[in-house]
């Protein structure tokens, strides 16, 4: 590992200051992802800015949404009693992410920032286009399990391994950043982007910005939810496919929906042609089957990933039945 200098900043105007003027600094938070990059030389930052001893660890239930400070512990967050009666979406999703141990560690912000889990990515004697711009895709005709079947390019297929992104997406969150510039907000749906021909952006900040918070406006998806992952262990493992599924049901018709994925692109995968199918239609299996033939429209397979393609839509058909059954 390349040596390092590491700061702290007392506020969030210090911590965007130290950070703009140098090339090669980042921010540090739980450290759960970057130290491990750095451990293994795909980044190598020449300093570090430790953020986290700033004011932005409180959740608030504030007029019309839920503010949650971008240091919040996943744990936290996931174990907060009024988030799990609130947005139960959210809680569900975080505790399915890694392990007790690494909740209590990671941040809400460090979460969104996590880089992909492509083993390529992390292995600097292969080529990759997200970790060296140009040198080359290791997936794409490799080993590419986990990978991407929408959205992707012929530069890069990976995914965003976030499962609390995955709800925050469809929970139509905001992201409050801070940057030289000032302050600014950006939707959930927009922060992460897809690949094209510059995979190694994962997201649309610019000028290393500082997320401070993550508003979810108020919503009536309090009952029927559920956040279905699929992956190879039970605990401590990535999704191979995710669905977070939030529904609003009265006498068996669904008033109002929201449907997203995960583990299937570069960005949270937001299902809004199939939430429109679905709002006003009666509860029933054949509806959800429908709804999940549709959210596979453009889906392809790389090879190894091609399971995803009859995985997907019967994760979407369980996390739908699940959700309306509670
Ligand atoms: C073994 C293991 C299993 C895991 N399994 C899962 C899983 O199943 N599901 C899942 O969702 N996640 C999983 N994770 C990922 C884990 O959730 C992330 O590592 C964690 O959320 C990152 O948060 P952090 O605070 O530690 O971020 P850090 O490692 O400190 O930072 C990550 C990135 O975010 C940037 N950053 C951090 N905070 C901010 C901020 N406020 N503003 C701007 N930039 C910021 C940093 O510069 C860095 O680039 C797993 C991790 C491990 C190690
Ligand atoms: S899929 Fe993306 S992250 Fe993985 S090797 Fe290709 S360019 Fe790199």
Partial sequence: MKNFQIIRALSSKSAVISIAKEKEAMFIAGGTNLVDLMKKNVVAP????????????????????????????????????????????????????????????????????????????????????????????????GSNRMHAIFGASDSCIAVHPSDMCVALAALDATVQVEGPKGKREIKFTDF?????????????????????????????FT??????????????????????????????TINDVRLAMGGVAHKPWRLTEVEEFLKGKTVSETIFRQAADLAMKGARGYGDNDFKLTLGPNAIVEALTIASSK
């Fill in 223 to 252: 009952k029927n939810v559920h956040y279905l992952k699929v992956r190879d262990r039970s605990s401590y493992a990535f999704a191979l496919v995710s669905v977070a599924a939030a529904l609003d049901i009265q006498n068996n």
């Fill in 46 to 141: 020449d300093k570090l800015v430790d953020i986290t001893a700033l004011d932005l660890k409180k959740i608030e239930f504030l007029t019309g949404k839920t503010s949650i400070g971008a240091l919040a512990k996943n744990s936290q967050v996931a174990e907060d009693k009024a988030i799990i009666e609130k947005h139960p979406l959210l809680a569900m999703a975080l505790t399915a992410g890694a392990s007790q141990q690494i909740r209590h560690m990671a941040t809400v912000g460090g979460n969104m920032l996590q880089r992909t889990r492509c083993s390529y990515f992390y292995n600097t004697d292969m080529p990759c286009n997200k970790r060296v711009p140009k040198s080359g895709c290791g997936a794409i005709g």
């Fill in 192 to 220: 992460h982007r897809l690949p094209g021909n510059t995979p190694e952006k994962d997201n649309t900040l610019q000028n290393k910005e500082l997320i401070t918070s993550v508003e979810i406006p108020n919503n009536n």
